[in-house]
């Protein structure tokens, strides 16, 4: 068992190369002593350890909660996250914490409301200091344990369960100081907190629906939509990406076109037209297909087909195929975090779907005057889209933003004219503009027409996402940083 900070390249490898297979191992957790993804109200902690199994968990005076771990990626600073690692830390009345980007490792210790820096270290000395890590958050270390002479103890705090522990199972380890739930106010100030376990279909659903939408072509839509799938689904989320547009171009960016000949097709009668096409058949689950080497970890994919064209004409026909991917996406709201839906560029049916569905919309655009000039007709659309959503029981459209894609890179452009386009977006059409910036790279069409080379020397398309293709690169950074930017705008970091 051992770890170098070099097997680390994005958040999460960090997570389960540094954290899961040598951190918490080398500290004595076991499996059952460590959750991951657990969520406090707004607060999201990336791991907890707890120095002895109880369920449910209490926090209290005699919590047996050991440490809180927050991984990030090899690229970011870590000190722009320690102002909220350590609000983490006092809010929750934890003792230690670990902060680590696979290059540093951090270990702080709360004292009364202060908070301390105890240990720190380069990734590749972790190995070589685990013994004093072991004796500061270890699980079988003293130090750790919070006692009943602590003098920053909080009473008020909840309990945290586990959702995947049925309540008949469930025993509570007995503490000297019983905090009964009729003692707790009735809005305490945290609420009761869970543990998300992704792979329990039980979970408490927190299903995003992203629509990426642009009436105008060309502007890096379906680019924007495959990898920001992937980034997210590189954060541990599970993600479900539709393509919706008969172009199919997301369906192909994820491998999923794996045939050569026409009577090898394999996604015409069994792709988005289907689920939409009947409310008693065709599922989600029996359409999403897996896009195996586009990234790892996978995304389910519901592929599109040229056949959409003609598709629509009986659709239109059928007043409830508006809402059958609302109906359709319910049944599966537990199963994933996320889904992305690429749309055509269009004011059509499908793109209708697609809005009556989303819960979040974002708007790539080039910035360029006709990407521009399409503006008023999108949100003139959303407005359209919006009346029908609430004669449906759903609220308007959150538009996360217009997110510039496919700019030049060139300097004297970033310098004098870039920033008079991204002025224009708030300033002439009232619309709030996305901090992250896709720059026009050639590695981002090179991931999506990567090929091998078959036995018999046919070229066969393996297409890659960027953060699989080349996770170092300045476009795969982009990504990670949209996928950041997206979680904390729909809520799920704050």
Not at 175 to 180: A, H, L, T, Y
Not at 278 to 307: L, M
Request: hydrophobic residues 35%.
């Amino acid at each position: 068992m051992s770890f170098h900070p070099d097997l680390c390249r994005n958040e999460s490898e960090v997570e389960s190369k540094l954290i899961v297979s040598y951190l918490l191992p080398a500290l004595g957790y076991t499996p059952d002593s460590w959750h991951q993804e657990v969520a406090f109200s707004s607060i999201r902690l990336d791991f907890l350890a707890f120095a002895i199994q109880a369920v449910p968990f209490v926090l209290d005076a005699n919590s047996p909660l050991s440490v809180v771990m927050e991984a990030k990626s090899p690229k970011q600073n870590l000190d722009k996250h320690l102002r909220k690692f350590k609000r983490y830390l006092t809010k929750l009345q934890v003792k230690y914490g670990v902060l680590t980007n696979g290059k540093e490792m951090r270990i702080y210790e709360r004292v009364g409301e202060e908070i301390e820096l105890a240990f720190q270290c380069l990734g590749q000395e972790i190995e070589a200091n685990i013994e004093e890590i072991n004796a500061l958050i270890g699980k079988e270390s003293s130090n750790h344990r919070q006692t009943l002479d602590s003098p920053d103890t909080d009473s008020n705090l909840p309990q945290i369960r586990d959702e995947s522990i049925s309540e008949q199972a469930s025993e509570t380890i007995p503490f000297s100081i019983p905090f009964p739930e009729e003692l707790f106010p009735p809005t305490p100030p945290l609420p009761e907190p869970v543990v998300e376990q992704i792979s329990n279909n039980k979970r408490k659903s927190t299903l995003k629906v992203i629509a990426v939408y642009h009436n105008k072509g060309g502007v890096g839509k379906t680019t924007v939509a495959v990898n920001l799938a992937a980034a997210l689904r590189k954060k541990g989320k599970k993600v479900l990406l539709i393509d919706i547009d008969a172009q199919s171009n997301s369906t192909f960016a994820t491998g999923l076109l794996k045939f050569i000949f026409e009577e090898d097709d394999n996604l015409r009668e069994n792709n988005v037209y289907h689920l939409l096409e009947s409310g008693d058949f065709s599922f989600v689950s029996d359409v999403a297909r897996k896009s195996d080497y586009f990234n790892n970890p996978e995304i389910d994919v519901i592929p599109s087909h040229i056949t959409l064209i003609e598709g629509q004409y009986k659709l239109n026909q059928i007043g409830a195929s508006k809402t059958r991917l609302v109906t359709k996406l319910s049944r599966v709201e537990k199963e994933y975090d996320f889904v992305i839906i690429d749309t055509p560029p269009s004011r059509d049916l499908y793109a209708e779907v697609a809005l009556i569905a989303a819960d979040h919309l974002i708007i790539p655009s080039d910035l360029k005057p006709f990407a521009n000039q399409g503006l008023p007709s999108v949100t003139q659309f959303i407005s359209q889209v919006n009346e029908f959503r609430e004669m449906i029981g759903k609220g308007p459209l959150n538009l996360l933003g217009v997110l510039p894609s496919k700019i030049a890179t060139n300097a004297k452009f970033l310098q004098y004219t870039f920033p008079k386009q991204k002025s224009v977006i708030p300033g002439r059409y009232g619309l709030p503009l996305m901090d992250t910036i896709i720059y026009e790279r050639t590695i981002l069409s090179q991931c999506t027409n990567h090929t091998n080379t078959s036995p018999l020397g046919e070229e066969i398309p393996e297409p890659k996402s960027i953060l699989e293709y080349d996770p170092d690169s300045l476009s795969s950074g982009e990504f990670e940083a949209l996928a950041m930017e997206v979680l904390t705008k729909t809520g799920i970091n704050r």
